[in-house]
């Protein structure tokens, strides 16, 4: 049998975790203020973050693109299986369409961003850290958070949807390259289909600002780990990985809300 004194350690524990846990939690949300307080240097000096969009999505293009591109394979496939069940494999476009813009566009891109562009700031900062160049700033009085982080934070907002959009296009079209040369399906059917059934508004628009919540809690997360990350090698390895841990739950977990939210009516 357990014995009453452990039962009183794991207890403690138990205490000792979520206490530090939720400790940790307020101190996320008080460097996301830091962050949003500081922005103003995105407009101050814009290309800062033009640099970082570029660095961001250049970076994690290529990965965007030929995983879109499969996944509007799979999509194309087993979209016509399903649907030649009901005689409805016409609509062929609009599922991949709706399926792309709606969900997995927006978080196959967040998963993708955080294992790629996530992985990467963090390390940055991590490194940076180490190697004592942001103390060096705060010497020179010079803000590492407006100077260092926050381009990189709103690199990330804006980097997300385009690399969304591309990833939702490309998906489209190796939908469109299974359904109509391989599978046969009328080529004006699969277009027509998706322009009369794809809202701008109701699919396109929320899957938009699904994609900004997602790169705003990525990049977020991402400069967080790097910022608090122990300054050693094993440190900076160890903050990558929670990254991609904590922004992919991150990612699922506000899919399912806004999703919850976005289309409930």
């Known amino acids: 049998m357990i014995s009453a004194q452990t039962i009183h350690m794991q207890i403690q524990a138990l205490g000792r975790n979520t206490r530090k846990n939720l400790l940790r939690l307020g101190f996320f949300a008080r460097f996301c203020v830091m962050l949003l ?23 994690s293009l290529l990965i965007i693109a030929v995983s879109g591109l499969f996944v509007g394979f799979v ?10 069940r009901y ?22 891109t967040a998963l993708l961003f955080a294992g790629r562009a996530g992985t990467a700031l963090t ?23 407006r100077r260092v982080l926050v381009p990189r934070f709103w690199g990330g907002i804006i980097a997300m949807p385009v690399l969304a959009a591309i990833f939702s296009m490309v998906g489209i079209i190796g939908g469109w390259l299974v359904g109509v040369p391989l599978i046969g399906i009328d080529d004006g059917a699969f277009w027509s289909q998706m322009q009369a059934g794809v809202d701008i508004w109701k699919d ?42 904590v922004s992919s739950l991150a990612v699922l977990g506000l899919d399912f809300l806004l999703t919850a939210l976005m289309f409930s009516n």
Do not use: C
């Open 37 to 59: 307080a500081r922005s103003g240097i995105a407009l101050v000096r814009p290309r800062l973050v033009s640099q970082q969009v570029h660095f961001i999505g250049n970076h």
């Open 75 to 84: 999509l194309g496939l087993q979209g016509y299986y399903t649907l030649n």
């Open 87 to 108: 005689g409805s494999e016409q609509a062929l476009g609009l599922l991949v369409a709706l399926s792309l813009t709606r969900e997995l566009g927006p978080v196959i």
């Open 123 to 145: 390390a940055e900062i991590g490194l940076m850290k180490a190697g004592e160049q942001l103390a060096a700033m705060e010497v020179m009085a010079v803000d590492p958070l």
């Open 204 to 245: 396109i628009a929320n899957g938009v600002i699904k994609s900004m919540v997602f790169g705003f809690a990525v990049t977020s997360v991402a400069l967080f780990q790097g910022w608090v990350s122990r300054p050693t090698p094993e440190g900076v390895a160890r903050a990558t990985t929670r990254t991609v841990v």
